[in-house]
């Protein structure tokens, strides 16, 4: 299955709170798991990337955990604030022939409540 | 260094025309990927082109084409265009030849009438 199930579909966090998205994949074969920042009207914006061989990246208030076992990975904002309210996407990398694109989750739609 | 620029940002088309988008990719990047992004069934993977070849597709019908040039930039063609290819439609690249570190452009919102 090449299937990326995200969650919540949407979130509300006070400024200054952490905002957790969680993601769960099927396919072992993943082996790249991007984080996608999306504003209206803007394409997606690359903010974090993990591989399976690591537990935990972080970069300034983002962070990944990467449960390889629960197959499952997670994005967490750290001081969230206002200009953070966005749709974030998860999304996996397929490391076998065929439709080698990006699959991604529904998409997570966070508000930032000052 | 400048991103990735898809032409037009928005189309209009009537059902049953055919329409072309263009996407140049960052300056150094050799791979393009092309992707569909809809409110119910969201981002979607079309195809990706590396060296002017295209080496994976997704599941869209036959409709969907593109190709890429020996200067990277590359265009996608939707051909006997359905109301449902209404869409915004995304180009990434990347540096690598697969799609890891891909950086998106800000789309072509394409309405079929």
């Known amino acids: 299955q090449q299937q990326v199930k995200q969650s919540p579909q949407s979130l509300i966090v006070q400024k200054g709170g952490i905002s957790i998205i969680n993601c769960a994949y099927e396919?072992?074969?993943?082996?790249?798991f991007p984080w996608y920042q999306q504003f209206p009207g803007k394409g997606p914006a690359l903010l974090i990337a993990i591989r399976p061989d690591v537990s935990e990246k972080k970069e300034g208030r983002f962070t990944i955990s990467f449960n390889k076992s629960a197959k499952q990975f997670s994005l967490h904002i750290m001081d969230s604030q206002p200009g953070d309210s966005a749709t974030y996407f998860c999304a996996a990398l397929y490391s076998g022939g065929g439709a080698d694109g990006l699959t991604f989750g529904k998409g997570t739609h966070l508000i930032i409540q000052p | 260094k400048a991103g990735v620029t898809q032409t037009p940002r928005y189309l209009i088309k009537t059902r049953g025309q055919q329409v072309t988008l263009s996407c140049s990719p960052i300056?150094?990047?050799?791979?393009v990927s092309w992707y569909q992004q809809t409110p119910g069934q969201g981002l979607q993977f079309l195809f990706e082109?590396?060296?002017?070849?295209?080496?994976n597709k997704g599941n869209f019908p036959g409709r969907f084409s593109g190709r890429q040039f020996s200067n990277s930039r590359s265009e996608m063609n939707v051909s006997t265009l359905e109301l449902g290819d209404s869409a915004l439609y995304l180009c990434a690249s990347s540096p690598y030849s697969r799609n890891t570190e891909a950086f998106f452009g800000q789309g072509t919102r394409l309405t079929v009438v």
């Open positions: 396919n072992t074969a993943f082996d790249y």
């Open positions: 300056s150094g990047h050799r791979s």
């Open positions: 082109y590396f060296s002017e070849t295209q080496r």
